[in-house]
């Protein structure tokens, strides 16, 4: 956890005042630190035997490809509204100021198992939201697995499947 | 090439009327794809022997780290308004009608090499803003590299480095 962690920078009051953004851009931009990443998501990971690893829009992206291919599995994207072509599967989740919604290209996943990666997890909204669009394309959503979990919020008391934090900050 | 081309499929008027959209949500979903995908990008990339590899926010992240995890490298993101925290440097860039606008966290990236990966290289106004802001951090762009390149858009003769394309359509 520390040796991923020294890695994390901290920036109070973005992107609003009173938030302490925790950004992952030294940790991928340090090659030692990036190859740590994909061995720890590939060890959390592995044990759910996914057939797909999902990657949410967009840091999620970041990881989605990077363990599907260790692991010789497919990506799918799930996307901010308006970027995914074809028959989609949209939802909305609420935040605490109004509502976001994530899409899904419609695809037979029924007897698929598949694994959610972001980049954190803070109230969980939109891994929840996530989790229910694959299942509504009859998929088995085994885990989750995030970079950084903020604690205090309890996003993944929300959500009913092992969720593995690389990093996590009490508040 | 047409091992990876069989796995794109085509919208037409998407994501407005007109456009042909090539998607690679297939490309992705497919173990034996994705695997594919990541040996041509590195056969590629690799004999520029960059220091980093950069993406374009947001498809560009399925394959920055991806190829920089391979290649022992670090991964720098490039991304939309207001999406990173700390000094950045912002740079403006031309559409058909009106006009984008992409960021860089600042970093010193003198004596530095990058090669900028993206899903798509159409007119070429985001890989061009892309190597013009990591310019203004001192970096070298050595190279660039895409899953698709639209020939008819001319992307390619607007930037002055070597862009490898995966697959190309001539319209």
Redesign the interface.
């Known amino acids: 956890m520390e040796d991923l962690q020294k890695w994390i ?1 901290s ?1 109070p009051d ?2 609003s005042k009173g938030i302490l ?1 925790r ?1 992952i ?1 030294p940790l ?4 030692k ?3 740590l990443l ?1 061995e720890k998501f590939v060890e959390a990971i592995k044990p759910h035997a996914p057939d ?1 690893i999902a ?1 949410i ?3 999620g ?6 363990v ?2 260790h692991l ?6 799930i ?1 901010k509204p ?5 028959e989609l599967i949209e939802k909305n989740y609420e935040l605490e100021y109004g509502t976001n919604s994530l899409s899904i ?1 419609k ?1 037979d996943l029924n007897d698929k198992s598949v694994v959610i990666v972001d980049d954190l997890l803070a109230t969980g909204g939109s891994m929840k939201c996530s989790k229910e669009l694959l299942e509504s394309l009859g998929a088995k959503v085994v885990g989750g697995a995030v970079v950084i979990e903020l604690k205090s919020l309890n996003g993944s008391s929300k959500i009913d499947i092992p969720i593995t934090s690389l990093i996590s900050y009490a508040d």
Request: net charge positive; aromatic share 14%; with cysteine.
């Open positions: 920078k920036y973005f992107p953004f950004d851009s991928l931009a340090e090659p630190g990036l190859r994909k797909y990657g829009d967009a840091r992206f970041l990881f989605c490809t990077l599907a291919e010789e599995l497919g990506a799918l994207m996307r308006g970027k995914l072509p074809g290209q695809k």
